[in-house]
């Protein structure tokens, strides 16, 4: 059974730091690529970043390039995201994905369409 489980969210003052886990099982590790979404009340679900399990490349959104940062733990099967300088419109669910890898050349993977596993999200609220 595939799952994907996300940990580390919760409130947090506007300037500070989470990191999220995302714990996956049940599927090949380094033929997947993670990603990371959040959706906020009443908005769509955004990209926010990707990493090849594969070799490691890494994607990210400009809403959040230089503020967070993506990393994998191969032997853990766990993938993390360090979120710093975190602000209140970073207020959202955050959710994990895995989605395989098609290709040689890393191509981050932006759309929700192109993972098939999800976690069941975890809150980070990021009051002002």
């Known amino acids: 059974e595939v799952q994907l489980v996300e940990s580390g969210g919760g409130l947090v003052q506007a300037g500070g730091s989470l990191r999220l886990s995302c714990a996956a099982s049940?599927?090949?590790?380094?033929?997947?690529?993670i990603g990371w979404f959040r959706q906020a009340p009443g908005k769509e679900r955004e990209g926010v970043s990707c990493?090849?399990?594969?070799?490691?490349?890494?994607y990210y959104a400009d809403s959040v390039k230089g503020r967070f940062t993506i990393s994998s733990d191969n032997a853990k099967n766990t993938v993390y995201l360090q979120m710093n300088s975190l602000k209140p419109g970073d207020t959202a669910v955050y959710y994990c994905?895995?989605?395989?890898?098609?290709?040689?050349?890393?191509?981050?993977?932006?759309?929700?369409?192109?993972?098939?596993?999800w976690g069941q999200g975890t809150q980070v609220t990021v009051s002002s």
């Open positions: 994905a895995a989605g395989p890898i098609l290709t040689k050349q890393f191509e981050p993977k932006k759309k929700e369409d192109e993972y098939d596993y």
């Open positions: 049940g599927f090949t590790f380094d033929d997947y690529a």
């Open positions: 990493i090849s399990n594969s070799d490691g490349s890494t």
